[in-house]
């Protein structure tokens, strides 16, 4: 029978569309950067602190690939792993609508689907862990919304209450009014908060909360993981200020992110295009002359983001051997080509990794169900025969896959 898991790569391959399970099986290309951000995320878990970089890289050089090899590595360190993709319903200035997207897009480690609400489940009154989290609650952040509502959605018997409770901290707030009669029906007090929360303000306060809520389950560190920056550009003035406000953060974060390590990836033009188009710097002093940072911080840090460097002949040869490998898994077969083959049948695929994959797809796919593909044959062994150069499969187009 043939493999499962193999079929499911090289589906995924042949479509385009990266996953976190290509992720896991092509790792082996930038060992360099790769090395790299397994220090740090060590350091984040054997500190404690948090920390931040940004990529860059041009269309189709494997940012998003990137993202899903992290992914894989945090989850094998016992990391929490939150996904965004930024865009017009989830823009970067908005930072309410960034945690709701994150939360709702938030893998535990080693599970296939998000979700984190079976954790709640250890949270009953009496145990250590919510005492914990309500004297973190009361202590340690801006505002003590998160104290009332925890402690409300302990000791609630009320479902229609408990799905609303539980909504809110998945980034679905309730109002300050709605939580003060939910509380005062439970407990018969009213409550006083010391600072009103607004969500436009005190989203990093659930941030932070959550944080120390992994933290506290024995997880090494929460990994958030945010593609599409790029996107950001497409903001008014005022609107990407404040994205970079934002992005700061969770780049330049505070002292109450615990074990939180956040990367964004976005399009080597934006500095070209943005920065240096839009005149931000010019923007920002303009905007807010008193209060630059750290906003002018995250600009220099775009600027000087590390770009994807297209990958070495040595580095694709290694990866469509890889393909060659799955292929064979995937369809019970033993393609035994040459890697010369296989790079010369790529050629015309253009430059970017996604095209020379699917033409590599596309060469394994008619050897196995013709035996032959352009000018190269399989015998009856299953061995190769050349009888000329190798023609590439000119017909897969440069689009977005």
Do not use: C
Request: glycine share 6%.
């Amino acid at each position: 029978m043939f493999d499962v898991e193999a079929r499911r790569v090289i589906e995924a391959l042949r479509s385009g569309v990266p996953s976190r399970a290509v992720g896991q099986y092509f790792s082996e290309a930038r060992p360099q950067l790769m090395r790299d951000i397994s220090g740090r995320l060590e350091k984040v878990s054997e500190s404690g602190r948090s920390d931040g970089m940004v990529i860059s890289g041009k269309y189709g050089e494997g940012k998003t690939h990137l993202l899903n090899t992290v992914f894989n590595l945090a989850h094998s360190n016992n990391m929490v792993v939150s996904w965004l993709s930024l865009s017009k319903e989830t823009p970067m200035d908005k930072l309410y609508l960034v945690y709701q997207k994150l939360i709702s897009n938030t893998y535990l480690p080693m599970r296939q689907q998000p979700g984190f609400l079976q954790v709640l489940e250890k949270l009953t009154p009496n145990s250590p862990l919510a005492g914990e989290m309500l004297l973190y609650g009361s202590r340690e952040l801006e505002t003590d919304k998160l104290y009332y509502l925890l402690k409300a959605y302990m000791n609630t018997e009320d479902q229609e209450e408990k799905f609303l409770l539980q909504a809110d901290l998945e980034g679905d707030f309730i109002s300050n009014v709605s939580l003060k009669q939910i509380y005062k029906r439970i407990f018969s007090q009213t409550v006083k908060y010391q600072v009103s929360f607004a969500k436009t303000k005190h989203t990093a306060d659930y941030f932070a909360f959550m944080s120390h809520l992994f933290a506290q389950l024995g997880y090494n560190g929460w990994v958030i993981l945010v593609d599409e920056a790029e996107l950001m550009g497409r903001l008014g003035k005022k609107a990407r200020l404040n994205a970079y406000r934002n992005m700061a953060k969770l780049l330049m974060p505070s002292e109450k992110l615990e074990s939180v390590f956040s990367m964004f990836a976005l399009s080597a033009s934006y500095a070209e295009d943005v920065i240096e188009g839009k005149h931000e710097f010019e923007n920002l002093a303009s905007v807010y002359p008193q209060e630059q940072e750290p906003a002018k911080s995250v600009l220099h840090l775009l600027l000087k983001a590390p770009q994807l460097n297209p990958l070495t002949r040595e580095e694709i040869s290694r990866i469509l051997e890889r393909v060659q490998e799955f292929h064979g898994r995937a369809y019970e077969w033993h393609p035994e080509v040459s890697p010369d083959s296989i790079v010369k049948a790529t050629q015309a695929g253009g430059y970017l990794l996604r095209t020379k994959i699917r033409a590599a797809i596309e060469f394994f796919d008619q050897l196995y169900q013709y035996g032959e593909a352009g000018n190269t044959r399989i015998n009856e062994l299953g061995k190769e025969q050349f009888e000329e150069e190798v023609p590439a499969l000119d017909l897969l187009d440069e689009g977005n896959i």
